[in-house]
């Protein structure tokens, strides 16, 4: 079963074709990745599948239902974090817990279970006293996400969710949204930190001046678009400008760097299997040693960003 199913979907200001007739669709507990760079369009898409703003043109049906006919049911049936803060100034974390249990009418006895285990989750216990003005920006955020999964839903989606979180919390919070899609709850998210996306999403789609430029899997998008691996290396001597100088004219060499902080370089080409062997013998020539040497695989962010590119050319 298809969550969401897009058709045609243009959202336009004016002149300005903030959608611009994309198609896709979402299965049942699938997480979708939806990215692009800023002003792409994410936002918007978001805006319009969501039902707070309607569409110009295309069909939409999510959970079945027809996005203009029926979306009071639709909200009924999603959750929503939105990537502006939305917050209570001059309530505590507990309160403003409650109450949005409450919107949702939660019955008591559950929502009180809710929000002790919520608060657990996401680290928010200690500060459930707490005004909500008086938190950081981390716990406001992680607030924001953990209020939504009070109400039972079948939908979330997710607008650039960890923003503000620390490395511990963002792990935290990508692991508990993946507890919850193994328990059969579908995720559209939207994020700039692409090693999340390679981390949570079963695929995505890449989205940039409104249009939509190819869904696949991680791995297919990181086979297809990150062209270039990077074979990494140290030196026992540390450096050598010499070295540098022999492999930067290699003809598979696209670049070579070194890091500032551990004296590590980085050789980047598409080929490193033709590469390993004539640095080594570069190396000997110069009478130096290579202590370590390893090959990295291409990126997802490595792949988003030749695909954007791609389209700006």
Not at 48 to 72: C, E, F, Q, Y
Request: proline content about 3%.
């Amino acid at each position: 079963m298809n969550v969401i199913e897009v058709e045609g979907l243009s959202k336009h200001y004016g002149d300005k074709k903030a959608i611009d007739d994309i198609s896709f669709s979402v299965k049942k507990g699938e997480v979708f990745g939806f990215l692009g760079p800023n002003g792409a369009g994410k936002t918007t898409a978001i805006k319009v599948l969501t039902t707070l703003i309607p569409p110009t043109s295309g069909n939409v049906r999510i959970l079945g239902h027809d996005l203009r006919k029926d979306a009071k049911h639709i909200r009924s049936r999603i959750g929503v974090v939105q990537q502006q803060e939305s917050f209570d100034p001059g309530i505590s974390v507990e309160v403003s817990m409650n109450l949005y249990g409450l919107l949702w009418d939660v019955p008591k006895d559950v929502r009180a279970k809710r929000i002790e285990a919520l608060l657990k989750q996401f680290g928010l216990y200690e500060v459930k006293k707490t005004g909500d003005a008086d938190l950081s920006m981390g716990q406001r955020r992680r607030l924001q996400v953990a209020r939504e999964f009070l109400h039972d839903m079948d939908l979330l989606f997710l607008d650039e969710p960890t923003v503000g979180l620390d490395s511990l919390a963002r792990r935290a919070a990508l692991d508990f949204l993946k507890e919850k899609v193994k328990q059969g709850m579908t995720i559209f998210f939207t994020t700039h930190i692409l090693e999340e996306a390679e981390y949570l999403c079963d695929r995505i789609a890449v989205i940039n001046y409104g249009k939509i430029i190819t869904i696949d899997t991680p791995q297919n998008l990181k086979r297809k678009f990150g062209q270039s691996k990077s074979v990494d290396f140290t030196l026992l001597e540390g450096s050598s400008s010499d070295l540098v100088r022999s492999v930067e004219h290699l003809d598979e060499v696209s670049k070579i760097a070194q890091d500032a902080s551990d004296g590590a370089y980085h050789i980047m080409t598409s080929k490193p299997e033709v590469v390993i062997p004539m640095l080594y013998q570069l190396a000997e020539k110069l009478n130096l040693h290579i202590s370590s040497i390893y090959i990295a695989e291409p990126t997802l962010e490595d792949a988003f960003i030749k695909i954007v590119q791609e389209v700006k050319a």
